[in-house]
């Protein structure tokens, strides 16, 4: 099914122990890009709407790979919408020289994910995994990394970055394509993954898995771009609500009739699905803010949930980058609880939602740790917090 497979997850035991559980590799993903304009508090250049989009897609992702919801998607697309949010920062970005946009990118993505690589390629060196060429994308992920089976569940989520950067290097021609048509590019950037999925089947290998995901998301990646150029905003609601409720109407119905044959109606296993639920999904949101000036001002009053969307999105390639990690260590320390007759009287240790608490203890330990490379990749002063 091309690149959409879903994200492993971790499951309790209920019982003595805790015991973990590795899915197949993950179409649940979630993305880290970056915002426009200035809220309330939020820092210079940022949008307090997208920040708080940004941190909700992040929590969901570990919620996911957590709890194993399929309906999770339905609720809240996050690949779709961090797209659209990554799409109108590129637009943004491109009213400077392209070249120089596309390798700043690069440069800000690339040192979180070196980090991050080593101790990754490290552990499956070390448990006798040995690499060939395709190592080279351990360097810059514009293929899917090689890896082990023993440790599928932390890099199966770098198809994220994958896409990612393949969106950034397409975006100057795409932009200009955009602007020429607006409207039917917009409209036709559903075709591919209809084609990709209804007519012809992708290549096999990488090639084939990054052309998936590229065109699963290539519409969100485009509603972005309408959103900076003002396209959302001059439509009327009677040209823009139609459409998009129709796609969240044909996703839906398509994720539900189609569960035998993929197994379930988790969006994350089915392209077409996800692409067409996303895009009505993103078109709204987007809608909302560029037509309605929907926002978050008012989350400057609760200062101390402000302050955790502003380090949030600070970190979110870290945060990204090591939750599956965080939920691979959670659950042997959770097993070692288990021999503390206080903590088994006390804690719930067999509750999914202990685990999911304890994986975010160790995602703080990890931006403490690690964060501080988002600062110097971005050229900043590195800060344990921002």
């Known amino acids: ?193 209809v084609v990709l999925t209804q007519v012809r089947q992708p290549p096999d290998g990488r090639f084939g898995t990054a052309l998936t995901d590229l065109a699963t998301f290539l519409c969100c990646w485009l509603l972005g771009f309408a959103h900076h150029e003002g396209v959302l905003a001059r439509l009327k609601p009677a040209s823009l609500l139609p459409p998009a409720l129709a796609a969240l109407a044909f996703g839906a119905w398509y994720a539900l009739a189609h569960r035998a044959e993929y197994g379930t109606y988790d969006l994350d296993e089915n392209p077409l699905a996800q692409a067409f639920w996303s895009a009505g999904f993103v078109a709204l949101l987007l809608y909302a803010k560029a037509r309605l000036g929907t926002g978050f001002a008012g989350l400057a009053r609760h200062r101390r949930l402000d302050r955790l969307v502003t380090v949030v999105n600070a970190r979110a390639v870290t945060i990204y980058l090591w939750h599956e990690i965080a939920l691979i260590l959670a659950v042997p320390l959770i097993d070692r609880c288990w021999d503390v007759p206080a903590f088994e009287a006390y804690l719930p240790l067999d509750s999914q939602w202990f685990l999911f608490g304890v994986a975010w203890v160790l995602i703080a330990v990890f931006v403490l740790l690690c964060g501080w490379v988002e600062d110097v990749a971005a050229r900043r002063a590195p800060r344990l917090l921002p």
Not at 68 to 77: D, I, K, M, Q, R
Not at 121 to 126: D, Q, R, Y
């Open 1 to 193: 099914m091309g690149a959409h497979r879903k994200g492993a997850a971790v499951a309790a035991r209920t019982g003595a122990a805790v015991a973990h559980r590795t899915g197949v590799a993950g179409a649940h993903r979630t993305g880290v890009a970056g915002a426009d304009r200035t809220g309330a508090t939020a820092p210079a250049g940022r949008d307090r709407y997208f920040d708080t989009l940004r941190a909700l897609a992040l929590v969901r992702v570990v919620a996911y790979h957590t709890f194993e919801w399929a309906w999770a998607g339905l609720v809240f697309p996050s690949m779709g919408v961090m797209f659209g949010l990554a799409g109108t920062l590129m637009a943004r970005s491109l009213a400077r020289p392209a070249p120089g946009v596309v390798a700043n990118r690069f440069r800000r993505l690339l040192p979180p994910f070196w980090c991050w690589g080593l101790f990754v390629t490290g552990a499956m060196l070390v448990h006798g995994w040995m690499p060939g060429w395709q190592i080279v994308y351990w360097v810059v992920p514009l293929g899917d990394p090689p890896g082990s089976a023993r440790g599928e569940q932390a890099w199966e989520i770098l198809w994220y970055l994958r896409t990612y950067l393949w969106f950034v290097l397409l975006s100057p021609p795409l932009l200009r394509l955009f602007r020429r048509a607006p409207v039917p590019v917009l409209l036709s950037s559903l075709a591919p993954v």
